[in-house]
C-alpha cells in the first residue's frame, strides 16, 4: 500500500522525495528518504494523523470548499475521509509541501513541528 505521502513529502536533510517502507522488526508503516536511509525513517501514522487534521483544517475555510468539489458531504472531515488515497494525494500536493525532519535522538512521540508544511494554494 503506498503511504498519503510518498513521493510527495522530502526529506529535511537532502531534499529528496520520501518513500512508504515497513519497518521489517516491527511491522509498522514508516517514510524514509529515498536517498540514504540514513537522513530519516519516520513512523507513517502520527504524521499522517497530524496532516490529514491540517488539510481539513485548512479545507473548512469557505473559500477552500471547492477543493474537496463534493457536495454531498458538507461536513469536510466526512468528505475528506470519504476520499480514495490517491484522490487525497493530489489534493495534499496541490495544497501544500510536506517536509519531514528527524525526530531528533531520544525522542518516542510525535513532535509537529518535525513536519513542516508550506502552503502552495
Ligand atoms: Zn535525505
Redesign the pocket.
Known amino acids: 500500500m503506498n503511504g498519503l505521502l510518498s513521493g510527495l513529502a522530502v526529506?529535511?536533510?537532502?531534499?529528496?522525495p520520501v518513500h512508504a517502507g515497513v519497518n521489517a522488526r516491527t511491522g509498522i508503516r514508516t517514510y524514509l528518504?529515498?536517498?540514504?536511509t540514513g537522513?530519516?525513517t519516520r513512523n507513517a501514522e502520527p504524521i499522517e494523523v497530524y496532516v490529514r487534521g491540517v488539510v481539513i483544517a485548512r479545507l473548512s475555510v469557505p473559500d477552500a470548499h471547492d477543493v474537496l468539489n463534493d457536495p454531498a458531504h458538507s461536513d469536510v472531515t466526512d468528505a475528506w475521509d470519504s476520499l480514495t488515497t490517491s484522490r487525497q494525494r493530489v489534493i495534499v500536493g496541490t495544497l501544500m509541501r510536506v517536509t519531514l525532519f528527524p525526530p531528533g535522538r531520544g525522542t518516542r512521540t510525535f513532535r509537529p513541528e518535525t513536519v513542516g508544511i508550506e502552503w502552495l494554494s
Open positions: 526529506c529535511g536533510v537532502c531534499g529528496s528518504c529515498s536517498a540514504s537522513h530519516l
